[in-house]
């Protein structure tokens, strides 16, 4: 008997008004490097609350200034957190801020010119990674080549429970990431129109890494 393919799950897509503002205001070309890394932190603030919402908890016993209480925290090292180098680096600062003893992993990747598909060049990854919720960052789903080489390698490494989160993404980008892994979640902000003969996604905010970076 064959097991039946795995039917990926609908992209989560964040509609919260704060994260629609922001991502607006992010988009605009005029937007100085300075302005864009902060919204960068700020939506990577919003988009962590969803991404660790199913967090495991455990009990414990505090005393507050007035009693004594059982309240809730987190149950071990759970989470860490993915950066695909260079642009998943500018998700990472708002979501350490939240998460500060989460292990951090590095995966370097660049797109071929002229194929488009993901050329590894870097991977530092953290211990137990097979028993940690990865939670993979990276700006921009446009092809979608890059994250599911991103996932393939982590899964070769031994991760087990994936989630992958971006800022904006395409139809292109998610159908061919859910096809490579149906069973990994995708985070997104926008789902945009789709990709040019560049394989920019249009409308889009430029190229999140020379943004960040004040780069060409």
């Known amino acids: 008997m064959t097991s039946e393919p795995l039917s990926p799950l609908p992209p989560v897509v964040l509609d919260h008004p704060l994260i629609q503002h922001k991502l607006t205001h992010l988009r605009r070309k005029e937007t100085s490097t300075a302005g864009f ?5 700020e939506l990577s603030l919003l988009m962590c609350y969803e991404a660790t919402r199913d967090l495991p908890l455990e009990p414990v016993n505090i005393e507050t200034p007035l009693e004594t209480m059982q309240g809730q925290q987190l149950a071990g090292p759970d989470v860490c957190f993915i950066s695909i180098l260079r642009a998943g680096n500018g998700l990472l600062d708002g979501m350490l801020d939240l998460v500060p003893f989460a292990p951090v992993g590095h995966i370097g ?3 071929d010119p002229d194929s ?20 993979v960052v990276d700006p921009m789903l446009a092809t979608g080549h890059s994250a599911a080489a991103a996932l393939t390698r982590l899964k070769e490494q031994g991760a087990k ?7 904006l993404s395409t139809p292109e980008g998610i159908a061919c990431l859910q096809k490579a892994h149906p069973d990994v979640p995708i985070i997104t902000c926008s789902i945009d129109r789709g990709l040019d003969d560049h394989g920019y996604i249009r409308p889009g905010l430029g190229d999140a890494g020379d943004r960040l970076f004040s780069t060409r």
């Open 37 to 41: 890394r902060r919204l960068v932190r």
């Open 116 to 135: 488009l598909e993901a050329v590894e060049y870097y991977l530092k990854l953290p211990t137990q990674i097979a028993s940690r919720r990865c939670v």
């Open 109 to 111: 990747l660049y797109r």
């Open 161 to 167: 429970r994936l989630l992958f989160v971006c800022l």
